[in-house]
């Protein structure tokens, strides 16, 4: 099953199960999702659970968060996420902080799902890595689901949980396929790493495209003699850091690989409770790859240049490896 | 293209006035009012921080609107609506308690003034990005569609958010999706320190419900049985047809922005303010139904009475409230953690 099924499959199991789960969104109906990720849904549940919205993404994500607090729980789609920024306000100022502004009187079900991150030559203003601008924020969930198992798994518990999620997809995974368990409570828990290749050398912390990447770089340094151990954290908050920091206490060393601008970026908060928690374990100081500085081109070979590449991730592990630990 | 749009200029509020009616409306503004006044000397004695925002002066749109409501109908509001929370039917003590950053207050100390919830009373909140709770209100409307209620969403807002896009975003989707939600806008002519003509192309704020095919007419914000009597229309509308309504209700606060704008002088003038003051709603009506023998002066001295014991009671409790325990600091930040 593709990433692209297993959302879909995720979003019509929940919507069987529960006739409070809707969705609202930009072409989430008749044109079946400009991904094509609620393909079918229209025909199986009507009008009034796939709502269709005019191009007014503060307005329809503040009618998602209003519909919430009187208890629903509705599935807001970002066509890409790069426009919710236009939403930002009400996904920071209202959705964040009601639970918490209202003395847990009100909470916010909401999901809000689209696809984020570096793609095809989509360029600077649908390219951007969003989940820096969520995960700051006391009250949200942030999750990036780098597999169809993941991406149906995460996505239910999403939808199940009572406070507003923040699920970021990838237009570069909807393709990939995987295993998908067929069970409708098929579920994983917000808030759990998982780790994806076993190793004993090194750790090296990614997730979607970028874990593919290091998958690769792994592979390639196997050859050389060196045990990559690989991290997907899954959820960027809540934050696994138990299994982070178990792995790294294994390996003493830890690579992070992050496809957005490094500056403050999730290398920096994984780096450092890294250092806070397991200094004394560390052979070598935390090595981050990220994407340069700058905003996403066009040009195919900028595009690449921006991005963290295998060579570079290579070049980080090499790094760390090779350092010489206490 | 514009069916049913509503333009009546002044509608007439001259049928006979029930007793009760006239000493709820009464009691309910007299006690806004009291509980504001009890507020600003609170903030002058350092018993309430950061910002107060008053609506003395605007208590009439609170009461009236409120008073065409069931209770089992939504508010929602702005940072300005200790009034709307207060009519709704909330416990003054609570809300003082709130405002006072105490245990006891609806949102434990965690909200203030410009953050009273009551899910008790089903009042959605206070919400202080101006603009931002208009799509809520649509929101709330649109669940109590969904799930096939035959209540209403009253949306409070000032003349300040008609510029902001959320405003035009929530009409759109109101009229388009025909969502039981009643916007009213208390057009007090002053957004912060800039006037309505410094801020608006369109200075008749209802008329911009003709540009979204929705129901929409203005009312004198002064007169609170004209309220009562425009949204009463508005939610007979949203109630049988789910049709939203767009209301301007034109009115005047008394006091400035916030306490930190006491006079309110340098976009206003002196005269101006002494004039508006003349039409203070509580006077208005409060000399009517006297003039009308609705009420007797007996009547409204015990409604008086009962007010000032009221807040009375609420600054007492709101006094003897605790300041809510460190460790709620990090409480509520999700549910069911």
Not at chain 1, 160 to 185: C, M, Q, W
Not at chain 1, 281 to 294: I, K, Y
Not at chain 2, 186 to 208: C, Q, S
């Amino acid at each position: 099953m593709t990433y692209r099924e297993a959302l879909n499959q995720a979003l019509r199991e929940e919507m069987h199960r529960d006739p409070r789960v809707l969705v609202i969104g930009e072409e989430v109906g008749l044109y079946e999702g400009a991904y094509k990720v609620t393909q079918g849904l229209l025909k199986e549940f009507g009008p009034t659970r796939i709502v269709d919205t005019p191009i007014a993404e503060s307005g329809f994500t503040g009618v998602g968060i209003g519909a919430a607090m009187l208890g629903l729980r509705p599935v807001v789609e970002m066509m890409t996420f790069n426009f919710a920024l236009l939403a930002l306000d009400q996904i920071v100022n209202s959705a964040a902080k009601m639970h918490y502004m209202s003395g847990g009187q009100y909470n916010v079900p909401i999901v809000i799902r689209g696809p984020g991150g570096p793609a095809h030559q989509l360029a600077a203003q649908h390219s951007q890595s969003m989940e820096s601008y969520f995960y700051h924020v006391p009250g949200l969930k942030v999750v990036r689901p780098s597999t169809p198992a993941d991406a149906k798994g995460l996505l239910k518990s999403s939808i199940r949980d009572d406070n507003p999620v923040i699920f970021i997809e990838s237009e570069t995974l909807y393709a990939v396929k995987g295993e998908v368990p067929d069970d409708e409570d098929f579920l994983i828990p917000l808030g759990q790493a998982v780790v994806r290749r076993p190793g004993t050398d090194v750790t090296v912390i990614a997730y979607m495209g970028m874990m593919y990447r290091a998958l690769e770089a792994a592979e390639e340094l196997a050859k050389e003699g060196v045990s990559v151990e690989i991290v997907d954290p899954r959820t960027l908050r809540p934050m696994d850091t138990a299994t982070i920091v178990g792995s790294v206490r294994k390996t003493h060393r830890a690579v992070v690989v992050e496809a957005g601008a490094g500056f403050a970026g999730m290398g920096s908060e994984i780096a450092a409770f890294i250092t806070e928690q397991a200094f004394d374990d560390l052979d070598a100081p935390v090595e981050r790859v990220t994407g340069a500085s700058a905003p996403m081109p066009y040009a195919k070979n900028l595009e690449r240049a921006k991005t963290p590449s295998k060579d570079k991730i290579l070049d980080a592990i090499r790094k760390v490896c090779y350092a010489r630990g206490s | 293209m514009v069916p049913n749009v509503v333009t009546k200029e002044r509608p007439a509020s001259a049928a006979a006035l029930d007793i009760d009616l006239a000493k709820r409306l009464l009691h309910d503004m007299m006690l806004i009012r009291r509980f504001e006044e009890k507020a600003a000397e609170a903030y002058a004695l350092g018993k309430i921080g950061g910002f107060l925002h008053l609506s003395i002066g605007e208590e009439a749109v609170a009461a009236g609107a409120t008073s065409a409501l069931r209770a089992d109908d939504y508010a929602i509001s702005t940072y300005r609506e200790h009034g709307h929370c207060l009519a709704k039917g909330s416990d003054p003590r609570r809300a003082m308690a709130e405002l006072f950053g105490r245990r006891d207050g609806f949102c434990k100390g965690k909200g203030g003034s410009m953050h009273l919830f009551d899910k008790s009373h089903n009042f959605l909140g206070g919400h202080a990005i101006v603009g931002a709770h208009l799509p809520l209100a649509a929101g709330a409307a649109f669940a109590i569609k969904y799930q096939g209620g035959d209540q209403v969403v009253v949306c409070y807002f000032g003349d300040g958010a008609v510029a902001e896009g959320e405003f035009h975003e929530s009409l759109n989707l109101s009229a388009l999706w025909q969502l039981p939600v009643i916007y009213v806008c208390e057009n007090n002519r002053y957004a912060m320190g800039t006037a309505l003509e410094r801020a608006l192309a369109e200075t008749e704020i209802w008329k911009f419900g003709r540009s979204y095919n929705m129901p929409c007419e203005p009312v004198d914000g002064m007169d609170v049985l004209a309220v009562r009597e425009v949204v009463g229309r508005a939610v007979e509308r949203a109630r049988k047809d789910k049709s939203p309504t767009l209301i301007e209700a034109r009115t005047y606060r008394f006091r400035g922005h916030s306490m930190r704008d006491p006079a309110g002088a340098v976009y206003r003038t002196k005269d101006e303010v002494e004039r508006e003051k003349l039409r203070d709603p509580i006077v208005l009506f409060r000399d009517r139904v006297l003039r009308e023998g609705t009420l007797a002066e007996a009547d409204v001295r015990t409604i008086e009475k009962d007010v000032n014991d009221l807040i009375d009671e609420a600054v007492a409790f709101a006094d003897a409230s605790a300041e809510p325990p460190v460790e709620w600091l990090l409480t509520d930040i999700f549910k069911g953690d």
